[in-house]
């Protein structure tokens, strides 16, 4: 299931790749106008681009985060989970962390319209 390429799963590739380089315009420009977003640093939830886009603006000026998609995996409903390697940085560069997590994606009309962070389901160790 984690091999498998789709639209949504390309969508999230180019995402990943134009946040570390911090083009906040082209990721936002693939969410709906009414996006549910984690402030998984703060707490809580953002709606719609403009608020993540401050979101991610204040996070940036307090931490430097890289998120690099490990696996994907299609669940069910037609949701995406991505196990993320994510490492987290404070502006000095030392690490705050360096884990796995599980981000869930939500689609509609093509584009992303929530995400959650969640746990990855246990497979017994980090083996990828």
């Not at 106008?33 to 204040?58: C, N």
């Not at 069910?76 to 560069?93: P, S």
Request: with cysteine; net charge negative.
């Amino acid at each position: 299931m984690s091999n498998q390429s789709t639209p949504e799963i390309e969508m999230l590739r180019k995402a990943y790749v134009a946040f570390n380089a911090r083009n906040l315009d082209a990721v936002l420009t693939l969410m709906t106008t009414d996006v549910h977003w984690p402030r998984a640093f703060k707490g809580g939830f953002v709606r719609g681009p403009g608020e993540v886009r401050a979101y991610w603006i204040e996070q940036g000026s307090e931490i430097d985060s890289h998120v690099e998609p490990v696996n994907f995996h299609i669940e069910k409903e037609g949701q995406i989970l991505v196990d993320v390697h994510q490492v987290v940085r404070d502006l000095a560069g030392a690490v705050l962390a360096d884990e796995h997590v599980g981000h869930r994606y939500t689609f509609k009309n093509g584009l992303i319209q929530m995400m959650e962070v969640c746990s990855l389901p246990s497979s017994g160790s980090d083996a990828e």
